[in-house]
């Protein structure tokens, strides 16, 4: 079903598509070569694409959604969804759009459920691309230890209730005094306007479910994630993108990949490397991908 978008950009074609029991909007772009799909992290929407959709539309069909529960996606309960949940909501969503195997592109907070849906249907996924991601298990819960450098973000958002009792009216607030501005190293990278149209959706009622179910799921998912980690690594090719993490997306990917492993570190970049980035990502990317499909 097409919709009329808040925000868009030139050549980007806005849908909605049934998921399961979840309606997805989702942004396309690009007419021809292999699908592209896109999974944005937290505080963020498909807006974090914007600039990197068409980077890879010259050559691909582009795919980047709203995960459930953000953006201008369908609503989901107070307790949000876990990865599993967004997994295989995510494996429906390409079955209804009838495209595939993608490759796969998962940025932040949506490494969980990207790595589910590459693990558990491999053959919906051509190749794995984890930008400044990591997973529960494998480190990504000590983000949560403030005692020990984490942030205090994530027990927050993970605690029933509170986003809402906290952050309602404060959404630009907490976009542009806190979370774009400790963690982009780009100066000018997100603007004012790409952070209305962030907060716009994230002010709507139940605008940080989404994200809250994300969070709870990766506190407590670890010993189920180094299972299927265990048992059904990722067999497609892998490519791991670091920017202001540094290794952590590298090491914590590499040992999970059973075909090719290629790691890029983007110097002089903060967390958000498809909106600080998108030129130099796009080009990571796309060398990645060609030698993929060759």
């Given at each position: 079903m097409n919709m009329s978008p808040a925000a868009t950009r030139p050549g980007a074609r806005h849908a909605t598509a049934q998921a399961g029991e979840i309606r997805l909007h989702y942004v396309s772009a690009g007419r021809e070569g292999s699908p592209v799909l896109l999974l944005h992290g937290f505080p963020e929407s498909w807006w974090a694409?914007?600039?990197?959709?068409?980077?890879?539309?010259?050559?691909?069909?582009?795919?980047?959604?709203?995960?459930?529960?953000?953006?201008?996606?369908?609503?989901?309960?107070?307790?949000?969804?876990?990865?599993?949940?967004?997994?295989?909501?995510?494996?429906e969503f390409l079955r209804a759009l009838g495209v595939g195997p993608v490759h796969l592109?998962?940025?932040?907070?949506?490494?969980?459920?990207?790595?589910?849906?590459?693990a558990v249907h491999?053959?919906?996924?051509?190749?794995?691309?984890?930008?400044?991601?990591?997973?529960?298990?494998?480190?990504?819960e000590?983000?949560?230890d403030v005692a020990h450098g984490g942030s205090w973000h994530i027990g927050m958002l993970a605690a029933p209730g509170i986003p809402d009792l906290l952050l309602t009216g404060r959404e630009v607030d907490l976009l542009a005094a806190w979370a774009y501005p400790s963690m982009t190293a780009v100066e000018g990278a997100v603007t004012s306007?790409?952070?209305?149209?962030?907060?716009?959706?994230?002010?709507?009622?139940?605008?940080?479910?989404?994200?809250?179910?994300?969070?709870r799921s990766m506190l407590s998912e670890?010993?189920?994630?180094?299972?299927?980690?265990?048992?059904?690594?990722?067999?497609?090719?892998?490519?791991?993108v670091g920017a202001g993490g540094g290794p952590f997306t590298e090491q914590t990917f590499a040992p999970l990949a059973t075909?090719?492993?290629?790691?890029?570190?983007?110097?002089g970049v903060g967390h958000y490397a498809a909106q600080e980035a998108p030129e130099a990502l796009g080009a990571a990317l796309l060398e990645f991908l060609s030698g993929v499909d060759g």
């Open positions: 694409f914007r600039a990197l959709i068409p980077v890879l539309a010259r050559s691909h069909r582009v795919f980047a959604v709203d995960l459930p529960g953000f953006g201008d996606s369908a609503a989901v309960p107070d307790t949000g969804l876990d990865s599993r949940a967004v997994a295989e909501t995510l494996h592109l998962a940025q932040d907070i949506s490494g969980g459920a990207a790595f589910r849906l590459a491999p053959e919906a996924v051509a190749s794995f691309t984890a930008v400044e991601a990591g997973l529960a298990g494998f480190g990504l000590a983000l949560a306007t790409d952070i209305a149209e962030f907060a716009r959706t994230y002010s709507r009622p139940g605008g940080w479910n989404g994200a809250a179910g994300l969070y670890g010993a189920e994630i180094k299972a299927l980690a265990a048992s059904r690594p990722l067999a497609m090719p892998v490519l791991a075909a090719s492993f290629t790691a890029v570190q983007l110097d």
